[in-house]
């Protein structure tokens, strides 16, 4: 039975990649990058060898205690990527709970990612291991450390399962996330604001609370070996084992009750007015804008947008000036374009949040110009809410700068950039569509086994973006204030032009189009 499971995992993939370039592509660059994570973590944990023997230690506890860490947030926040974490998929086959159990094991520990990661774990055998009882137990311990990060990602997601399919539980984990990778950045955000301390003491005191948690056992096994190392490994085994039985019960949970996405209809929002209607114009346009602004309200994929767009400004903008007090108009610029590039990331798959839905425009476009005022709507939809965002992102990046006149500068640059990046953002949009999962959580930008493609043209449109921006984002930076007025004109030009080009080439292949952002998930 699990070597079925591994098998159906495999299929998956296979059967993902054929007849479509866009998915070899992004599943080819996905291996790419696995191999590199591979490579570069497993190269960077024996490069701690070097290091004081009780730094390492500790050093190699904090990275395994971060790998941990890892396995358990990202499913969370790519939930929907791998059709074997939703267990609800699986409820209706006559399996037992522990055959599901040792299968899906299996099927999460099969793929480029999970490989990468176990031989990056293996790096930290090279860094602590001083002798043949170091190295005979240094390959249970990483095994046992991979199994360890393995159970309590399945634990975590299986147990969340049912919270993840509603729109209350999505847009509880998307607060939570941003506000968790906010407290991962503020140490940094700390040290640059002048209260660092001693690194040498923050990592020993980081080092004596992994000590005891299974992570830092492991490492301890390692560098301890013989009989001490043993006994340390018996305990991260007992910790495996108890998190593989409390996996269990949530998945038997899981599978009998009610589906929580089907229950209730209080968090559906009932309204169908947007607040500030009369004020859209009619036809199609109005119609398009009205929608989208409905979407950005109630989607929660679609608000996590917004809030990213939000955090990313403020981690950056409070990074970047030091604690000596240096300002420049590259710490109000940079913030406010960084946040236009962000929001400018949605137009790169504009049609895919309409999924099957999407063929009642098709039927109604006669003509390219159809289209063409289909995408800007979307995007006249997107400037309602992204101008003022920000207009007040670059206000509090210059009063943060300490210079309150950059912010005339850093919002028209800021538009501009937004501008460029709906432009391309309406080519990716036609010529890379892809899938928006149904029913799953806040981040899941693509169907399952789209991930690496929705990847690609996310790192396109921002690169293209970036190329496209630097003729009015560099003589701004360089000091030049006055070159901000030709930001807007060229955003508004780029936008203009991205969607012609676009409503041409999306006219003449609007089933493709339609058959891309229409698959089962």
Same mark, same amino acid.
């Not at 269990?248 to 559906?268: C, E, M, Y």
């Given at each position: 039975?699990?070597?079925?499971?591994?098998?159906?995992?495999?299929?998956?993939?296979?059967?993902?990649?054929?007849?479509?370039?866009?998915?070899?592509?992004?599943?080819?660059f996905s291996l790419g990058a696995a191999l590199l994570a591979a490579v570069?973590?497993?190269?960077?944990?024996?490069?701690?060898?070097?290091?004081?023997?009780?730094?390492?230690?500790?050093?190699?506890?904090?990275?395994?205690?971060?790998?941990?860490?890892?396995?358990?947030?990202?499913?969370?926040?790519?939930?929907?990527?791998?059709?074997?974490?939703?267990? @609800?998929?699986?409820?209706?086959?006559?399996?037992?709970?522990?055959?599901?159990?040792?299968?899906?094991?299996?099927?999460?520990?099969?793929?480029?990612?999970?490989?990468?990661?176990?031989?990056?774990?293996?790096?930290?055998?090279?860094?602590?291991?001083?002798?043949?009882?170091?190295?005979?137990?240094?390959?249970?311990?990483?095994?046992?450390?991979?199994?360890?990060?393995?159970?309590?990602?399945?634990?975590?997601?299986?147990?969340?399962?049912?919270?993840?399919?509603?729109?209350?539980?999505?847009? #509880?984990?998307?607060?939570?996330?941003?506000?968790?990778?906010?407290?991962? +950045?503020?140490?940094?955000?700390?040290?640059?604001?002048?209260?660092?301390? =001693?690194?040498?003491?923050?990592?020993?005191?980081?080092?004596?609370?992994?000590?005891?948690?299974?992570?830092?056992?492991?490492?301890?096994?390692?560098?301890?070996?013989?009989?001490?190392?043993?006994?340390?490994?018996?305990?991260?085994?007992?910790?495996?084992?108890?998190?593989?039985?409390?996996?269990?019960?949530?998945?038997?949970?899981?599978?009998?009750?009610?589906?929580?996405?089907? +229950?209730?209809?209080?968090?559906?929002?009932?309204?169908?007015?947007?607040?500030?209607?009369?004020?859209?114009?009619?036809?199609?346009?109005?119609?398009?804008?009205?929608?989208?602004?409905?979407?950005?309200?109630?989607?929660?994929?679609?608000?996590?947008?917004?809030?990213?767009?939000?955090?990313?400004?403020?981690?950056?903008?409070?990074?970047?000036?030091?604690?000596?007090?240096?300002?420049?108009? +590259?710490?109000?610029?940079?913030?406010?374009?960084?946040?236009?590039?962000?929001?400018?990331?949605?137009? @790169?798959?504009?049609?895919?949040?309409?999924?099957?839905?999407?063929?009642?425009?098709?039927?109604?476009?006669?003509?390219?110009? =159809?289209?063409?005022?289909?995408?800007?709507?979307?995007?006249?939809?997107?400037?309602?809410?992204?101008?003022?965002?920000?207009?007040?992102?670059?206000?509090?990046?210059?009063?943060?700068?300490?210079?309150?006149?950059?912010?005339?500068?850093?919002?028209?640059?800021?538009?501009?950039?937004?501008?460029?990046?709906?432009?391309?953002?309406?080519?990716?949009?036609?010529?890379?569509?892809y899938t928006y999962p149904d029913r799953l959580n806040a981040f899941s930008? @693509?169907?399952?086994?789209?991930?690496?493609?929705?990847?690609?043209?996310?790192?396109?449109?921002? #690169?293209?973006?970036?190329?496209?921006?630097?003729?009015?984002?560099?003589?701004?930076?360089?000091?030049?204030?006055?070159?901000?007025?030709?930001?807007?004109?060229?955003?508004?030009?780029?936008?203009?032009?991205?969607?012609?080009?676009?409503?041409?080439?999306?006219?003449?292949?609007?089933?493709?189009?339609?058959?891309?952002?229409?698959?089962?998930?």
């Amino acid at each position: 039975m699990t070597w079925l499971f591994v098998r159906l995992k495999l299929s998956l993939v296979r059967g993902g990649l054929r007849g479509e370039v866009g998915k070899q592509v992004g599943f080819v660059f996905s291996l790419g990058a696995a191999l590199l994570a591979a490579v570069v973590g497993f190269a960077l944990l024996s490069l701690i060898r070097f290091a004081p023997s009780d730094a390492a230690l500790d050093l190699v506890a904090a990275a395994f205690a971060m790998f941990a860490v890892g396995w358990i947030v990202v499913p969370l926040m790519a939930f929907g990527l791998d059709e074997t974490l939703d267990p @609800a998929r699986l409820a209706l086959f006559p399996l037992t709970t522990r055959q599901l159990a040792t299968g899906m094991l299996a099927a999460s520990a099969t793929g480029a990612w999970p490989i990468a990661s176990l031989a990056a774990l293996f790096g930290g055998v090279v860094a602590l291991a001083h002798g043949p009882g170091g190295v005979l137990l240094g390959v249970p311990a990483v095994v046992l450390q991979f199994a360890f990060c393995l159970t309590a990602s399945r634990l975590v997601t299986t147990a969340l399962s049912g919270v993840l399919r509603t729109r209350r539980g999505r847009d #509880l984990l998307a607060v939570a996330a941003v506000f968790g990778v906010l407290l991962f +950045q503020l140490p940094n955000l700390l040290i640059n604001r002048g209260l660092s301390g =001693d690194p040498t003491r923050i990592l020993a005191s980081a080092g004596d609370v992994l000590r005891w948690t299974p992570p830092g056992l492991a490492a301890h096994a390692i560098a301890d070996g013989g009989l001490i190392g043993v006994a340390e490994l018996i305990v991260v085994a007992m910790a495996v084992v108890v998190l593989g039985w409390l996996w269990i019960a949530a998945l038997r949970h899981a599978l009998v009750r009610p589906d929580a996405s089907s +229950q209730g209809g209080g968090s559906v929002r009932r309204s169908g007015r947007v607040p500030f209607g009369r004020f859209l114009p009619d036809g199609m346009l109005g119609a398009v804008v009205t929608k989208e602004l409905k979407y950005a309200a109630r989607e929660p994929r679609g608000r996590v947008n917004w809030i990213v767009a939000l955090f990313v400004s403020v981690v950056i903008m409070f990074s970047l000036r030091g604690p000596d007090g240096v300002t420049g108009p +590259q710490f109000v610029v940079g913030p406010a374009c960084l946040a236009a590039v962000v929001i400018g990331l949605q137009a @790169a798959n504009s049609f895919g949040i309409d999924g099957r839905s999407l063929w009642m425009n098709a039927v109604v476009f006669s003509t390219p110009r =159809d289209l063409r005022t289909d995408l800007a709507g979307r995007h006249l939809a997107m400037a309602v809410i992204g101008v003022p965002l920000l207009t007040a992102v670059s206000v509090i990046a210059a009063l943060v700068a300490g210079d309150a006149a950059w912010a005339l500068a850093a919002a028209p640059v800021a538009w501009g950039v937004l501008g460029v990046a709906m432009g391309v953002g309406a080519l990716t949009s036609v010529t890379a569509p892809y899938t928006y999962p149904d029913r799953l959580n806040a981040f899941s930008g @693509a169907a399952p086994g789209q991930g690496g493609q929705a990847f690609v043209a996310s790192f396109a449109t921002m #690169l293209v973006t970036g190329v496209l921006t630097l003729p009015v984002v560099l003589p701004v930076l360089f000091g030049l204030a006055w070159w901000a007025v030709f930001a807007v004109p060229y955003g508004v030009a780029a936008a203009w032009a991205g969607r012609r080009i676009a409503a041409g080439v999306g006219f003449a292949r609007l089933p493709e189009l339609l058959t891309a952002v229409s698959r089962p998930t």
